[in-house]
């Protein structure tokens, strides 16, 4: 769990960007779309294949 502490002085809006600095850095919101859903292993293993055919490479 993130947790960002005021402090003495700061800004709301410094603290926020503090905070969304380490969602970015721990990937969170990342994490969060890929649970968001269910994904069987066969949708995986595809939508990797189809990201490897558009960089040019081959999975096989």
């Not at 919101?29 to 069987?40: A, N, S």
């Not at 055919?53 to 081959?58: A, F, I, L, P, V």
Request: charged letters at 60%.
């Amino acid at each position: 769990m993130l947790e960002v502490k005021v402090k003495k002085d700061e800004s709301i809006d410094k603290a926020l960007r503090r905070f969304k600095k380490q969602c970015d850095k721990e990937e969170l919101i990342k994490e969060m779309k890929k649970r968001e859903r269910y994904e069987k292993p066969s949708e995986r293993r595809r939508k990797k294949y189809l990201k490897s055919q558009r960089k040019g490479k081959s999975l096989e």
